[in-house]
């Protein structure tokens, strides 16, 4: 999907090593649509916070895989 120019959600643990993550996926796959969010799913908290932020964003209007 990320090389047909589709959507990539990075949720990861640590936002900047996935910031790290998303500039080679970028670079190597020239799709700039590669979103990080932060995501620990060994936190409830955690995992809540990122469900209440995908909730509320545009990514609700994605096509399903």
Do not use: H, W
Not at 9 to 19: F, H, K, M, P
Not at 35 to 59: C, H, K
């Amino acid at each position: 999907m990320m090389y047909a120019g589709g959507r990539v959600i990075l949720a990861c643990r640590s936002a900047e090593r996935a910031q790290t993550a998303r500039d080679d996926i970028v670079k190597s796959t020239g799709n700039d649509d590669v979103i990080v969010m932060e995501l620990d799913l060994a936190s409830l908290s955690s995992v809540r916070q990122f469900v209440d932020q995908f909730n509320r964003s545009a990514f609700l209007s994605m096509p399903a895989i």
